[in-house]
Antibody, heavy 117, light 111 residues
């Protein structure tokens, strides 16, 4: 079955760019939307955005000016970039596949990113 | 920013029934978008429990059920077990935000 794995730096300095990659294994990247979701420590889930295998993207309006999601079909991974980070961007970042019908499954295990100098 | 409202916590004794409400608005649940439910055990990624309002993925016990009416949805857990202690989130789509939205989350405690 499809498995997702996030990777990237666990510590980012304020004002810099957060970059994460999600590697997809056990299935095709085609035909689905792929999404990023984050969860600040002790808080709830928030959708960041998604990308279709054809390249079209959708972003949470609250993050649209700072976020970009890209997809590398040949490498079977998709990536998140979040610019000008602050402490409020400290969170566990999950990559997920969006099922037809708009539900999320499977989920990666999550990657904690801390914004601190 | 959570758009769907859930009670912060619910608790009940083993074997009993709990329900978790998820209240939205005319731009999400009330607009006809499906509601999905996730269970998050401590320190782990969320797992889908219910999709499309009332469908259970294979492997999810039939003790879990979902329903939807108007601008709200509910998750019911019957025969509560200690292993059900977790955080639960509802999720839908919002046409005003043009994106997916989550509930505020509910912590279930088994007394």
């Amino acid at each position: 079955q499809v498995q997702l794995q996030e990777s990237g730096p666990g510590l980012v300095k304020p004002s810099e760019t957060l970059s994460l990659t999600c590697t997809v294994s056990g299935g095709s990247i085609s035909g689905y939307y792929w999404s990023w979701i984050r969860q600040p420590p002790g808080k709830g889930l928030a959708w960041i955005g998604d990308i279709y295998h054809g390249g079209s993207t959708n972003y949470n309006p609250s993050l649209r000016s700072r976020v970009s999601i890209s997809l590398d079909t040949s490498k079977k991974h998709f990536s998140l970039k979040l610019t000008a980070v602050t402490a409020a961007d400290t969170a566990v970042y999950f990559c997920v596949r969006v099922q037809n019908g708009g539900w999320f499954d499977p989920w990666g295990q999550g990657s904690l990113v801390t914004v601190s100098s | 920013q959570a758009v769907l409202t859930q009670p912060p916590s619910v608790s009940e004794a083993p074997g009993q029934r709990v329900t978790i409400s998820c209240t939205g608005s005319s731009s999400n649940i009330g607009a006809g978008y499906d509601v999905n439910w996730y269970q998050q055990l401590p320190g782990t990624a969320p797992k889908v429990l219910i999709y499309g309002n009332n469908n259970r993925p294979s492997g999810v016990p039939d003790r879990f059920s979902g329903s939807k009416s108007g601008t709200s949805a509910s998750l019911a857990i019957t025969g509560l077990q200690a292993e059900d202690e977790a955080d639960y989130y509802c999720q839908s789509y919002d046409s005003r935000l043009s994106g997916y939205v989550f509930g505020t989350g509910t912590k279930v405690t088994v007394l």
